[in-house]
């Protein structure tokens, strides 16, 4: 048998990859967009896509200062998809408003966060099911009663009593996690579920559990994300380790749900709303339980994320809590301390600080997810075709020298209504602007922001009166982590507690 030269098969394959590449790039539909730290050559954009893993802070920074004030609109390789990155305010408006069967916010956020390959994209659709957030809605002025008795039991549960004076440190991004999921899981799925450590670390989990999986997922082209998410998600394994937990009572709410005139106030909260949708649609078992840890995953993410970060400035900075102490002191003693959601409202102070932080840090460097679902075009003429993930560039927003003076200092009473302000909405944390996304912009805002302020504004209120906190030895903030755009809390880091000798409210 005669043997091709080592020489001829390796000019071969280089002409293979040249003829391939002209190709690629004859046909590269985004080849318009410029490219930032990455390559357009085949192959070359794959590698880049692990750089941007990696480097994204940097690339995205790099991006948006270039293009920034210079067209508003770059693009970045993903290791699964180039990802069209938007930074001008009049782009992010033009990105929210395409209606849904142009630019897609269901399949956006499925991809860019994986959920609709590990979890499906039946079970990701329970996002969207309008009674279940309308109900959610609901929540915000009728259970706040609820949902303070349980930050109160959560918090006398996991901070640890310390002899008068000494402090007790615990790991804060674990801790509020807990009590996020606690106060949540009071309205989601009522007592005594919220309470059972089974069920809550597995609710708990699944956050990290999406991110771990989505970090595997996103590693490969869509065509092999299916049986790839198959492979490694971790969710069909815990779907059966909630059984023991929860599938006694879900019987029972199925059974209820089904029957005409049934028991329906036995179980008033968020899950059965879920369930009576989902039995109308014949879901199985699996797919409520499933449905139940997307929600999980919506409810618990951006708020335990946010307020570590808050908790996290509050112990670097412990002069903001006198003005804050004073505020919630003032607003309990007006109410004879009895919290509702006027009360809270009334917490502007505690609104600005919240808001001042996730502008500073945020929980997502991008926000806007959005998928074409046809060919669109932007009013600059930037031609963006089907099947293209675009995202707005949520971190350059929240700098905008526009709209921010010293966009670059944390102020914590940047918000802080004045007269003038009275009667507007602007400056609340759960007003959605071009230039403030952490919660997304235009009709898809996240609905269950306002619950989400709630417990934000209840746990902090309730910390600056009844504790000091503080890192080790009065150190400084540790410096937060990025998973590829996601800003985390350093997770390994402790903050002290020590009560106070004041009264609670």
């Known amino acids: 048998m005669d043997f091709v030269p080592a020489s001829t098969a390796l000019l071969g394959l280089l002409g293979a990859v040249i003829i391939f590449g002209t190709y690629r790039y004859r046909f590269d539909k985004l080849r318009h967009i410029p490219i930032v730290g990455a390559s357009s050559v085949p192959g070359l954009s794959y590698i880049s896509g692990f750089k941007y893993f990696i480097r994204a802070k940097q690339i995205l920074n790099e991006g948006c200062e270039k293009y920034g004030d ?67 809605g609901r929540q915000v002025g009728e259970r706040v009663d609820a949902v303070h008795d349980e930050m109160v039991l959560a918090f006398s549960d996991l901070i640890p009593t310390a002899a008068d004076g000494e402090w007790a440190g615990v790991l804060g991004f674990s801790t509020i996690v807990s009590l996020v999921s606690r106060m949540t899981n009071r309205v989601l799925v009522g007592k005594p579920l919220c309470r059972d450590p089974g069920f809550m670390k597995l609710a708990t989990n699944v956050p990290l559990d999406l ?22 998600s971790p969710f069909p394994r815990r779907v059966q380790e909630c059984k023991p937990f929860i599938e006694s009572e879900l019987q029972d709410r199925i059974r209820i749900a089904k029957e005409e005139g049934g028991d329906a106030n036995r179980y008033d909260d968020f899950f059965q709303v879920l369930v009576q949708e989902l039995v109308a649609l014949d879901s199985t078992v699996d797919s409520i339980i ?48 009895v919290w509702n959601k006027d009360a809270i409202a009334r917490l502007t102070r505690h609104d600005s600080f919240l808001k ?16 074409a679902m046809r060919d669109v075009t932007f009013s600059n003429g930037t031609h963006i075709p089907k099947g293209t993930l675009v995202i707005a560039a949520a971190k350059h927003a929240h700098f905008n020298e526009d709209s921010y003076a010293s966009p670059d ?97």
């Open 356 to 371: 001042e932080t996730m502008r500073v840090y945020g929980t997502n460097a991008t926000s806007l997810f959005r998928k």
């Open 409 to 505: 200092v944390f102020d914590p009473w940047r918000f802080v209504l004045t007269e003038k302000d009275k009667g507007t909405f602007n400056h609340n944390v759960t007003t959605p602007r071009v230039d403030y996304l952490p919660f997304g912009l235009g009709k898809h805002s996240c609905p269950g922001r306002f619950f989400a302020a709630l417990e934000m504004k209840i746990m902090l209120a309730h910390i600056v009166v009844n504790y000091d906190v503080q890192f080790e030895n009065g150190g400084p903030r540790p410096k937060e982590k990025w998973m590829v755009t996601s800003i985390l809390p350093d997770r390994t880091a402790k903050v002290y507690f020590r009560k106070r000798k004041t009264g609670s409210i």
């Open 211 to 232: 991110l771990q999986a989505r970090a595997v997922v996103n590693l490969f082209p869509n065509l092999l994300k299916p049986l790839v998410a198959r492979l490694f």
């Open 290 to 337: 499933s449905s139940l840890f997307v929600l999980e995953f919506g409810a618990l993410h951006t708020t335990a994320i946010s307020f570590t970060h808050a908790l996290f400035e509050l112990a670097a900075n412990p002069e903001y809590a006198r003005e804050l102490r004073h505020e919630a002191q003032a607003v309990s003693k007006d109410v004879n301390g």
């Open 70 to 136: 210079n067209g508003g609109i770059f693009r970045v390789a993903q290791s699964d998809q180039w990802a069209v990155v938007v930074t001008s305010p009049q782009l992010i408006d033009e990105l929210r408003r395409f209606p849904d069967d142009q630019m897609s916010l269901r399949h956006g956020l499925g991809e860019m966060t994986a959920a609709s390959y590990v979890f499906g994209t039946k079970f990701t659709s329970a996002l969207l099911i309008p009674q279940i957030f309308q109900y959610l």
